[in-house]
């Protein structure tokens, strides 16, 4: 059984940084791409960041293109988040996805997911 468990949200002033991690456990992960995805309360969940099994292919929304940064150490199975001049807008629940493939932006293409880590930017 796939377990993700997130890690690394709180409460941040606007301007502020945070990094989140996301630890994967039950199978080797080769060829799973990884993705990021957050909801603010009363929205839809929405795309972050999304990143290949290798490392060497990122994808960003535009809302977070040039502040947040997606990666992953394989050795230790887990994949980051480091999110770098927050705005009180980036407030959401944070979750990490996993699927068999190339990663995507759509939420139903994942197979896996973590329980979610809030993240509260103030202003």
């Known amino acids: 059984q796939v377990q993700l468990v997130e890690s690394g949200g709180g409460l941040v002033q606007a301007g502020g940084s945070l990094r989140l991690s996301c630890a994967a456990s039950g199978r080797t992960f080769s060829n799973y791409g990884m993705g990021w995805f957050r909801q603010a309360p009363g929205k839809e969940r929405e795309f972050v960041a999304a990143?290949?099994?290798?490392?060497?292919?990122?994808d960003y929304a535009d809302s977070v293109k040039g502040r947040f940064t997606i990666s992953r150490d394989n050795a230790k199975n887990t994949v980051y988040l480091q999110m770098n001049s927050l705005k009180p807008e980036d407030t959401a629940v944070y979750y990490c996805?996993?699927?068999?493939?190339?990663?995507?932006?759509?939420?139903?293409?994942?197979?896996?997911w973590g329980q979610g880590t809030q993240v509260t930017v103030s202003s």
């Open positions: 990143i290949t099994w290798s490392g060497g292919t990122t």
């Open positions: 996805a996993t699927r068999n493939g190339w990663p995507q932006r759509k939420s139903y293409e994942y197979d896996y």
